[in-house]
């Protein structure tokens, strides 16, 4: 099962992304900017094999709802997420909020 929603931070928009798999939830909350995301994301691909791509973004690990994603400590961020200024330690709405400014 998946559900896509659309979830307010302050008074900005973003979707959010679950999907409920064997064992485990894939969890993802974005704008047409960047996103962040559970433990399943690989940041080293997303630096490494699609640098040039720019992703602006962070993972989170140990969440398994949509609320515990925007409320955790960014444990990762892409190369190009730091330029927007995301750091390790931010929390995900944190780092939504920077990307939702412009």
């Known amino acids: 099962m998946f559900n896509v ?7 900005k928009v973003f979707t959010a992304i679950s999907v409920q798999l ?5 969890l993802v909350v974005s704008n047409e900017i960047g996103y962040i995301m559970c433990g399943a994301l690989d940041v080293d691909l997303l630096n490494e ?5 720019n992703i602006i973004a962070g993972r989170a690990v140990g969440v398994k709802t949509i609320e515990q994603l925007l409320e955790a400590p960014l444990e990762k ?11 390790p330690g931010l929390t995900g709405k944190e780092a939504l909020l920077k990307i939702a400014e412009e």
């Open 49 to 53: 094999k699609l640098a040039d791509r």
């Open 22 to 26: 064997p064992k485990t939830n894939l």
């Open 77 to 87: 961020v892409t190369l190009a997420s730091e330029k927007k200024g995301w750091y």
């Open 5 to 11: 929603n659309p979830i307010k931070i302050e008074d």
